[in-house]
């Protein structure tokens, strides 16, 4: 089956041959040559990829003299730790649990990816400093951008890959945060790379019933990298493979939909399986059950209750959230209850006064910044002064600020409208759109519990050019499924709805 976008074309079918044994008929005509795929849409993607090479030099200049900052510097912590426990264990030494615990659960804030994503870089310079550090992952987020552009066109065709290669591929601050240690550009890679492979699971699916074991596994595999990477894509990991159950259920029937279901098992088991050691670590660490990290508590607390009472009133100076969990952990040595009850007691006391519509307010409030302020962070990739300040290098800082906004926000009014227009094109395209649809809203379920900024747009961004792609496929009523147009009819609605009564209950 070819791609959306695909130039592929079917060979004609070769005529049957002159029959023999006398007979004196007309000679066929020869074979028609089998067609080439058109070359312009070839150069066009070469194009594009040599403009986000050259832009990823271009913003490597400004992205290796800046300091790590914030929770990079938390992440490449880890990540020494990682690599010198390695490194011990390969000398015949003893492991360092005691720091392994302090460096990479500590409070309970951070999964362990980005460390592990990191973590080679100290294996093999054991002093490397934070420009090794995001020359390394500059090189690497651009060659796993590309690899994941590579399968999408050999998948979903060159339209959507010469999409992509522009949302996200030229805008520069998405470039800059593939040079950075946070993990949200690196979950938002992983996440685009699902895309491909639910497509494909749906196409075979479609015409046979089937769930390929191999499909589920990579699908079970992407999901937890993602989730090690951000733990905020909980909710898309459990619905994705919630989904994936349902749409076997509703499309195999007889022994196809037994093998379908125990393919569905096998992914739902490769989470699971893959991500219990560290649920374990934390449990026990934390005394109570914790799927991936502590933070939910206080960042309710802080994202929507009276910040002159987190701390069942103010709390002591220095960084708010450092100085919540110090002083749960003080209160439950007290009191003698978890630090974690703690914690939800503290998030209680901070929201008694909260009404809908000032919770309404504050989903807005986090909404405006995380999915309509894409440059906020230029100022982390700014060159540090010798005090304490950073002072912006003005023309540069513009362009690249005036670049990000404009490309990012025309791409993200593109695919609103591609999110709310159930065109009638093929099924491979409905399929994306509803997919980008359906993983931007469970991305977009941050907003309601955490505190958001111009930092965590870059998970979801690569879904954008997943919808644009869709939206830019050709009509095609013959090949369209109206059970997935009524499906995308149901999200767009979910959409408007849910964004509408925000807005009507905040007032």
Known sequence: MTGIGSDRVPAAASPSAPGTGGDRGPASPPPEPRRRRPVLPLVVVGVLVLLNLALRVVMAHKALPAALEGDEVSYATGARVLADSARALLQGGELPTDELQARLVGN??????????IAPVFLVDPTAGDAAVRT????????????????????????????????????????LFGFSG???????????????????????????????????????????????LRSSTLPLVVAVLVLLVVVVLLRARGRALARS????????????????????????????????????????????GDRDELCFGPCPEGNIWTTMARYARAVGA???????????????????????????????????????????????????????????????????????RWVYLVALGIAAVAIVAARR????????????????????????????SGRYWPVFVPLLGIAIAGLLAPADPSRSSTALRWVQVALAAGWVVVVGGLFLVAG
Not at 108 to 117: A, D, E, Q, V
Not at 144 to 150: E, N, P, R, T, Y
């Open 182 to 228: 946070w993990g949200d550009a690196w979950a938002g890679l992983v996440i685009l790379a699902t895309v491909p492979l639910l497509v494909v699971m749906w196409r075979r699916l479609d015409a046979d019933g089937t769930v390929r074991f191999r499909d589920a596994a990579l699908l079970g595999l992407a999901l937890v990298v993602a989730l090690y």
């Open 261 to 304: 279901l125990a393919a569905s098992a096998v992914a739902v088991a490769v989470v699971v399986a893959l991500l219990a050691p560290w649920s374990a670590l934390m449990s026990r660490t934390f005394g109570e059950r914790v799927t991936t990290t502590t933070t939910m508590s206080l960042s309710v607390a802080y994202a929507f």
């Open 136 to 175: 390394y992952l500059g090189i690497l987020s651009t060659t796993v951008f590309l690899a994941v552009v590579a399968v999408v066109a050999r998948t979903l065709g060159l339209r959507t890959a010469a999409v992509l290669l522009v949302v996200p591929g030229l805008i520069p601050m998405w470039v």
């Open 108 to 117: 309970g804030w951070f999964m362990p990816g980005m460390s592990l994503l």
């Open 334 to 404: 007290q009191t003698g209850e978890n630090p974690l009850e703690v914690r939800r007691q503290m998030r209680d006391y901070a929201l008694r006064d909260v009404t809908p519509a000032d919770y309404a307010a504050g989903v807005l409030d986090n909404f405006s910044r995380y999915a309509l302020s894409p440059a906020s962070y230029d100022h982390v990739f700014r060159p540090e002064t010798e005090g304490a300040d950073k002072t912006p290098e003005a023309a540069p800082d513009r362009l690249n600020i005036a670049v990000t």
């Open 425 to 452: 094109v093929r099924t491979d395209a409905q399929v994306m759109v509803i997919t980008a649809s359906g993983l931007l809203a469970l991305l977009m379920s941050q907003p309601f519990v955490h505190v958001s």
